[in-house]
T-cell receptor, first 114, second 115 residues
Framework: KAGVTQTPRYLIKTRGQQVTLSCSPISGHRSVSWYQQTPGQGLQFLFEYFSETQRNKGNFPGRFSGRQFSNSRSEMNVSTLELGDSALYLC?????????????FGPGTRLTVL | GENVEQHPSTLSVQEGDSAVIKCTYSDSASNYFPWYKQELGKRPQLIIDIRSNVGEKKDQRIAVTLNKTAKHFSLHITETQPEDSAVYFCAATQYSGAGSYQLTFGKGTKLSVIP
């Protein structure tokens, strides 16, 4: 099976702009989670989607949003970008349904906000 | 919510020595504890995990121990090799409702193995 893919891999934006990132999960996986990774902060949970519904949300402002399509592909959107949004954004897919399901990560999208 | 503390943040060992990374968690309902390895510029990958009904699990040079009473778990790497150099993340899984299980990660340990 192909792994989790994310596009684009790199993005440079300026403050105030908005951005959309895309994630394609492993075939058959219906759960997609998004994380923000910054130096020293580890991976912080943004939200999780399952069957086109947001099931869980982390402690991020409303500027961060997402959605999932019927083929399980997911997008996340960040509006009104701030310098502090510069980070590696990772998505992960899993079979869901159990706490023991491994999450498989994509390569990430490196977002730089100038 | 869950809080996961990870120590140390950096660790340097000589090749062949052992490395130990420790994590504590706050939510006693957490029941699954995976460890991820992230090499420079690469995605995090699961290297070992442990369920709350098990005290120890071993896979070749890697082992994980769990103390549910104290709410801490540790990663042990023996006979370290240069290719073990990476950032290691511990995580704890807790039920968040609506069928969702959330992973909360520690802030990572940068392990450097010196040849």
């Amino acid at each position: 099976k192909a792994g989790v893919t994310q596009t684009p891999r790199y993005l440079i934006k300026t403050r105030g702009q908005q951005v959309t990132l895309s994630c394609s999960p492993i075939s058959g996986h219906r759960s997609v989670s998004w994380y923000q990774q910054t130096p020293g902060q580890g991976l912080q949970f943004l939200f999780e989607y399952f069957s086109e519904t947001q099931r869980n949300k982390g402690n991020f402002p409303g500027r961060f949003s997402g959605r999932q399509f019927s083929n399980s592909r997911s997008e996340m959107n960040v509006s009104t970008l701030e310098l502090g949004d510069s980070a590696l954004y990772l998505c992960a897919s899993s079979n869901s349904g159990s706490s023991y399901n491994e999450q498989f990560f994509g390569p990430g999208t490196r977002l730089t906000v100038l | 919510g869950e809080n996961v503390e990870q120590h140390p943040s950096t660790l340097s060992v000589q090749e062949g020595d052992s490395a130990v990374i420790k994590c504590t968690y706050s939510d006693s309902a957490s029941n699954y504890f995976p460890w991820y390895k992230q090499e420079l510029g690469k995605r995090p990958q699961l290297i070992i995990d442990i369920r709350s009904n098990v005290g120890e699990k071993k896979d070749q040079r890697i082992a994980v121990t769990l103390n549910k009473t104290a709410k801490h778990f540790s990663l042990h790497i023996t006979e370290t090799q240069p290719e073990d150099s990476a950032v290691y993340f511990c995580a704890a899984t807790q039920y968040s409702g609506a069928g969702s299980y959330q992973l909360t990660f520690g802030k990572g340990t940068k392990l450097s193995v010196i040849p």
